[in-house]
């Protein structure tokens, strides 16, 4: 097992480093001037210059790179064009937002996916076809729209749910409850469907195995089989999927937390993106490719433990 997490790591590295790299050679190549979207169009250019001289934008592309990442490795991302405050502070007051958001979403998909995929897989007939339906109208839907229609259902026809906002979830778990439960539905609409499908197609491969006829012929009952036997050995694919459409749905919290008015890294993406806010930027995209990366190694430990092949 150490094996392994020693891999991923080692990996990951070069990864960070490909990754920050990229990152700094292509922001650069984005539309507009970082210093005259700070001080506005009617800036002269001795100030412009001025100000492209203090933050550094004169130097060689290298040269800051360089700087960057001397800066980077002990900690200190930068700071904000447009607030003055480090940017890993940012990063943190807005980072748990969206871990929230995307491990509601989640829960949600592994609870109705796995049920419904193992369902349709034990039950089949018109339980399986209304299963594909379902996951075929999840996988279609754009979570953006899903969020819009649950939004005008259930915030203002029926006004059991607020539309926007937020409280954070040590502060008030009822009330988080009642901010996330939208986002987090359209959020993992997708992914339940993924894990529908995935699940249905794990379990339809176990059910004719020998040691389920076994289990029959002992007498165990279905449910013991289903839920005793048949996930336990499905869990492996289960849980890479799993892990592939919880980093899906942090490229989708962009456009979900624009959606319903949430202050997370999706939302502070799309600032930093509109103001050139090019720290920003920059430590955004690497804090993303490090949760891809975690979650990754999260993911391959679990089923590295479940299936010794693996390993």
């Not at 920050?20 to 001795?46: K, M, N, Q, R, Y």
């Not at 200190?76 to 480090?86: N, R």
């Not at 829960?107 to 419904?116: M, R």
Request: glycine share 10%; aromatic share 6%; with cysteine.
């Amino acid at each position: 097992m150490l094996a392994v997490i020693g891999r991923r790591i080692a990996l990951a590295l070069p990864i960070l480093f490909v990754v920050s790299l990229l990152t700094f050679l292509l922001v650069p190549f984005l539309p507009g001037d970082p210093a005259t979207a700070i001080l506005g169009e009617s800036a002269s250019a001795e100030q412009i210059a001025a100000l492209r001289s203090q933050l550094g934008l004169d130097l060689p592309i290298g040269e800051r790179y360089a700087q960057w990442l001397g800066s980077a490795l002990t900690g200190d991302l930068g700071q904000s064009y447009f607030s003055s405050q480090p940017v890993a502070d940012v990063v943190a007051g807005r980072i748990g937002v969206t871990l929230s958001l995307a491990c509601a979403a989640t829960v949600l998909t592994v609870l109705v996916g796995v049920s419904l995929g193992a369902a349709a897989a034990v039950r089949g007939g018109a339980l399986d076809r209304v299963a594909q339906v379902v996951v075929t109208l999840g996988m279609s839907v754009p979570g953006f729209w899903l969020g819009l229609v649950i939004v005008i259902v259930f915030a203002i026809w029926l006004r059991v749910l607020p539309p926007s906002g937020y409280t954070d979830l040590f502060d008030d778990p009822g009330k988080w409850a009642r901010y996330i439960i939208l986002p987090a539905v359209a959020l993992a609409a997708g992914a339940t469907a993924a894990v529908a499908l995935q699940t249905r197609a794990a379990m339809l491969g176990l059910m004719n195995q020998e040691f389920v006829r076994t289990l029959r012929a002992k007498g165990i009952s279905p449910r013991s089989i289903v839920w005793g036997h048949l996930l336990r050995n499905a869990a492996g694919p289960i849980i890479a999927v799993v892990g592939l459409q919880f980093i899906t749905m942090l490229g989708n919290v962009v456009v979900i937390e624009q959606v319903f008015g949430l202050p997370g890294l999706g939302s502070l993406i799309f600032e930093a993106v509109n103001r050139l806010d090019l720290p920003l930027m920059q430590a955004l995209v690497l804090v993303m490719a490090l949760l891809v990366i975690v979650v990754n190694l999260i993911s391959d430990v679990i089923v590295a433990w479940l299936n010794p092949k693996v390993r």
